[in-house]
């Protein structure tokens, strides 16, 4: 079982994104079958069948073991990964894309389908991932946003001319800032 498994295709997108077929895909996190399924979620198992196959059709589940129960052979399936990450490109633009101004929500929404789009094509079953996360929080009062963008940048591009040779492993380094919101506590 894969961790993520990247959706670009609409079709998958249409199988997964109804209520009983997320709910059969929970049920699927270990190896079940149908009918399994069907008694926790109080359901006829031809109905469950029927979501496993579009699932199992779309690339979702996987059937990873067969059994004789009375002469009938039935299905063990499994969910084909732990998450499931709907690109973004899915829906794809609505209206036409504007000038790329660094400080725009609409900026940082490309920055994070794109960044989606390079996690999600990572070679998850190689022995070692080197990858960097850092987070934190800054306060900066609207008045100076644009000088921090450009200390931002220049604290960065020291970086790239430290780091930018020709030697080692290539890395993409992206950051994001964003409104944190009001917290409930």
């Known amino acids: 079982m894969k961790d993520v498994l990247y959706l670009e295709q609409i079709e998958q997108a249409e199988v997964l994104l109804k209520p009983q077929r997320v ?3 929970r049920q699927l996190a270990e ?3 149908c009918t399994a399924v069907a008694a926790r979620l109080e359901q006829t198992p031809q109905r469950v069948y029927y979501h496993v196959k579009q699932l199992v059709a779309a690339g979702l589940v ?3 073991d067969q059994r004789k129960v009375r002469g009938i052979t039935e299905g063990i399936y499994q969910a084909a990964a732990r998450s499931y990450w709907l690109s973004p490109r899915l829906v794809g633009r609505i209206g036409l894309r504007r000038a790329r101004d660094e400080l725009s929500l609409g900026y940082l929404l490309d920055l994070m389908e ?3 789009a390079d996690v999600a ?3 998850r079953t190689a022995p070692e991932l080197p990858s960097i996360g850092v987070a934190g929080e800054i306060r900066v009062p609207a008045e100076r946003r644009q000088e921090f963008l450009h200390d931002l940048q220049s604290a960065l591009q020291d ?3 430290r780091y930018g040779g020709a030697e080692g492993d290539a890395f993409k380094l ?3 800032c964003y409104p944190k919101g009001t917290d409930n506590d």
């Open 62 to 64: 996987e059937q990873v």
């Open 23 to 25: 709910e059969i895909l």
């Open 114 to 116: 794109e960044v989606q």
């Open 121 to 123: 094509a990572l070679d």
């Open 159 to 161: 970086l790239f001319s």
């Open 31 to 33: 190896p079940r079958t």
């Open 174 to 176: 992206a950051v994001a």
